[in-house]
């Protein structure tokens, strides 16, 4: 196939560019560069079927030939980026899913769309299924992201509806492993640069507020699975083991030998208290689970870490 991946040169978006080309897909990565980087996809650049093109997506889109997929995955994705950037992340999810969408409508393409468990807010079911519609505060700072995502899907399923446009959402929860950015305001990289540095890890609150913690190459196998199914409907991807961001410091100073020391700092507004993805839906249609441990996941993301940080 010949896939176009927006937000191709960030850390998801070059995973799964590689995972494409493995296979034997061509691929056109778009990006704009403001949180991706060249270094992720610098490897296949000599690739005959993989070509890049900076652009933003938020303005008009156009491929030339022929496309059988369009995948979207532009956005700033960390907490630090969208609260930096809250009116390009509004309108990646808006104007650039429309941009994508009516490209894929144009060419005849499956559209799929990365959406993530922010669409569920601060949730008051546990864990969340896909048909929980979520406990979000749109006027709050963490808004910009999460109701760019649910418009996202809103769009998404209405062209859906009303073109009878081949569609696909995934709901990612965190997702973690090498080629994300250091101090992004993403948990795991946040601390992992933290105790390799022997600084105080900063843990928001008591620790107590939950995470689950998938892998990027399981997060990957399920975006493929979900790609090359028959399902509309949105679905979790992401590893059902529940931890709290303490244990997660206790364990990274232990898997980095670090002398850091964990100190607590006040709640972000709207901070999530539990995140826990039901997977039953991706169980059963896409017969897909993770298969890499927290423990597991951490110990090639942290040499990442450590060589880039050299």
Do not use: C
């Amino acid at each position: 196939m010949r896939v176009v991946v927006t937000g191709g040169a960030g850390f998801l978006g070059s995973h799964l560019s590689d995972a494409l080309i493995a296979r034997g897909d061509e691929v056109v990565a778009i990006d704009n560069l403001v949180t991706g980087s060249t270094d992720n996809i610098a490897h296949l650049f000599g690739e005959r079927r993989f070509t890049f093109v900076e652009h933003n997506v938020s303005e008009y889109v156009w491929v030339p030939g022929d496309v059988d997929v369009v995948m979207h995955f532009a956005s700033p994705a960390s907490p630090r980026d969208y609260l930096e950037m809250p009116i390009q992340t509004l309108k990646v999810g808006s104007l650039g899913t429309h941009n994508t969408l009516g490209l894929a409508h144009a060419k005849g393409a499956k559209f799929f769309l990365a959406s993530t468990s922010e669409v569920y807010g601060d949730p008051q079911v546990h864990p969340q299924t896909e048909d929980y519609w979520g406990h979000v505060n749109p006027i709050g700072p963490r808004g910009v992201y999460d109701e760019a995502k649910r418009f996202a899907e809103a769009m998404t399923m209405a062209y859906h509806r009303y073109h009878g446009l081949d569609t696909r959402i995934v709901r990612f929860f965190n997702t973690y492993g090498p080629r994300m950015r250091p101090r992004d305001g993403r948990v795991v990289s946040n601390l992992i640069v933290q105790a390799l540095g022997d600084e105080p890890l900063t843990v928001y609150g008591h620790g107590e507020q939950t995470r689950s913690f998938g892998y990027v190459s399981d997060t990957i196998a399920g975006v493929i699975a979900l790609l090359d199914s028959e399902v509309h409907e949105p679905v979790n991807i992401g590893n059902p083991g529940e931890f709290t961001i303490l244990q997660l410091a206790e364990l990274i100073v232990e898997l980095t030998g670090s002398a850091s020391q964990i100190v607590f700092e006040p709640l972000p507004e709207d901070d999530p208290t539990q995140r826990q993805p039901d997977i039953g839906r991706a169980r059963s249609l896409l017969g897909w689970e993770p298969t890499v441990s927290l423990r597991e996941g951490l110990v090639p993301t942290i040499e990442f870490f450590r060589s880039h940080m050299r």
